[in-house]
C-alpha cells in the first residue's frame, strides 16, 4: 500500500524556469531604466504595476513544494458560496497558498466561476456529493444520479471530475467505496468552524491541534466566521513552517503514495502519519 517515499525537491511548475528568466531580463530593464540611484531590484509588485505583466505574477504563483518540509492540508466543505469562497480564495491568492475544497454538487451548478477560479490558483475541488444527503442508505440507483449530476456540474466548472470525494458528515460503507471511481477523503483536524460560527475558536482549534505535519483540517467556507478565521490561519500557519498543500499533494508528497480508490483515507490514516488504513 505504501511506496516508498521520493524525497526530493520537485518544481510545480514548469513556467518558473522560463517566468524566472523573463523576470531576471525585466529586472535587469528596469535597474538600467531606474540608473544608479536605485540600484535595487523591482519587487514583484512593482513590476506588475509597471506593465511588467505576466512573467511576474507566474512567478508569484509558482509554488515549490519541498517532501522534508512540514506540510498541512486546509480543507473547506459545502460550498461554493457567492459570498464567502470569494473571500478565502482572496486570502490564499494573498498568502501564495492553495486549499482544497469539497464542493456540493448542487452550488456547483450556481457557482460554477468560483471553482473555475479556485481551480485555476491550483487549488484543488473534490466533491461533497450533490445533494450533501448522507450515502449509507441510498440505493444504487441514488448514487449513480448523484455521480452522474457532479460530473455534468464539476465537468462545466473545472473540466474535469474530481479525483476525490469526502462523503456528507464523512460517513461511508464498504459498499458504497466500491461504487465509486474517486479516492474517500475524510479530515484528522476538525475545527467544529460550523457548529460554533465563532472566529476564534477556530482559530484556537488548529492553533492548539499540535504537530499539524501531514494533518487535515476540516472548515466550511459557508459562513463568514470560517473565512476570516483563514484569514488568521493561513498566514500563521506559514509562519509555522507549513507549507499548505492539496490532499493530492499531501498523499504525494508527504506520504509518497498514490492514494487508492475504494478506500476511506480519514482520521486513523492521517493521525498515524499513514499506517493505519480503514477499508
Ligand atoms: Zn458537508
Redesign the pocket.
Given at each position: 500500500m505504501h511506496a516508498v517515499k521520493t524525497k526530493k525537491r520537485i518544481n510545480l511548475s514548469a513556467v518558473t524556469t522560463a517566468a524566472l528568466f523573463v523576470l531576471l531580463i525585466l529586472a535587469g530593464l528596469f535597474s538600467g531604466r531606474a540608473g544608479k540611484e536605485n540600484t535595487d531590484r523591482p519587487r514583484q509588485d512593482e513590476l506588475s504595476a509597471d506593465g511588467g505583466g505576466e512573467a511576474a505574477a507566474e512567478e508569484t504563483k509558482a509554488r515549490v513544494i519541498d517532501p522534508d518540509k512540514p506540510m498541512v492540508a486546509l480543507t473547506f466543505?459545502?460550498g461554493p458560496c457567492g459570498e464567502y469562497s470569494p473571500l478565502i480564495l482572496d486570502c490564499l491568492e494573498k498568502n501564495n497558498a492553495v486549499a482544497t475544497f469539497?464542493e456540493?454538487g448542487c452550488n456547483v451548478a450556481k457557482y460554477p466561476e468560483i471553482d473555475k477560479r479556485a481551480a485555476e490558483l491550483g487549488c484543488e475541488i473534490g466533491s461533497?456529493s450533490y445533494y450533501?444527503n448522507v450515502l449509507p442508505g441510498q440505493s444504487q440507483e441514488d448514487i449513480a444520479e448523484d455521480q452522474r449530476l457532479c460530473k455534468e456540474v464539476f465537468e462545466n466548472a473545472i473540466g474535469t471530475d474530481p479525483v476525490l470525494i469526502?462523503p456528507?458528515?464523512g460517513s461511508v460503507v464498504k459498499s458504497i467505496l466500491n461504487q465509486y471511481e474517486q479516492i474517500f477523503v475524510g479530515w484528522s483536524v476538525d475545527t467544529e468552524d460550523w457548529l460554533y460560527q465563532n472566529v476564534d475558536r477556530t482559530v484556537n482549534k488548529v492553533q492548539q491541534a499540535g504537530n499539524l505535519d501531514g494533518q487535515v483540517i476540516l472548515m466550511?467556507s459557508i459562513y463568514q466566521e470560517s473565512a476570516q478565521a483563514a484569514e488568521i490561519l493561513v498566514p500563521w500557519l506559514i509562519e509555522q513552517g507549513y507549507q499548505l498543500v492539496t490532499v493530492s499533494e499531501l498523499f504525494y508528497y508527504h506520504y509518497g503514495i498514490t492514494p487508492e480508490k475504494h478506500y476511506y483515507y480519514a482520521y486513523d490514516y492521517f493521525i498515524s502519519d499513514g499506517a493505519l488504513m480503514l477499508s
Open positions: 466543505d459545502d469539497f456540493i461533497h450533501h469526502r456528507p458528515q466550511h
